[in-house]
């Protein structure tokens, strides 16, 4: 397929848009918006908590192994439910791409399962040592 530059120019001008959109909304903001400062107003407030410490504390990297390990996993079901769909609809029309695609789910599934065995074994989901 031969693309030309007038192909571009739906995707050019919501660029376009959506750039002078930001700019209008920041200059906006930053012209109606109060200028007087005190200590008091400029001061640090979340949930009506004071603030305590510094917010520079660390946090444990299984936190975040965690964190990526349940992302990880939990997008193979955004994988999954679409797959299952399509099989459906493949099982009643054509035995070969049914039994295709279901071979390709067990090396997908087995490819995951290969992962968390090694997450268990590597110790990232256990918490106290």
Not at 48 to 73: C, N, Q
Not at 98 to 118: D, Q, R, S, T
Request: a neutral charge; hydrophobic letters at 55%; glycine letters at 6%.
């Amino acid at each position: 397929m031969n693309y030309q530059p007038s192909d571009y120019l739906p995707i050019i001008v919501q660029l376009g848009a959506a750039l002078a959109f930001i700019v209008l909304t920041m200059v906006a903001t930053h012209w109606l918006g109060p200028k007087r400062h005190s200590s008091k107003k400029d001061d640090v407030f979340e949930c009506g908590i004071e603030s305590v410490g510094d917010a520079r504390t660390p946090i444990s990297v299984k936190y975040f192994l965690v964190a990526i390990l349940f992302v990880l996993f939990d997008v193979e079901i955004i994988f999954m439910y679409p797959w299952a769909v399509n099989f459906m609809g493949w099982v009643k029309s054509s035995s070969e791409t049914a039994i295709n695609m279901f071979l390709e789910m067990l090396v997908f599934m087995g490819l995951l399962l290969v992962g968390f065995i090694y997450v268990i074994k590597k110790g990232v989901l256990t918490w106290e040592k």
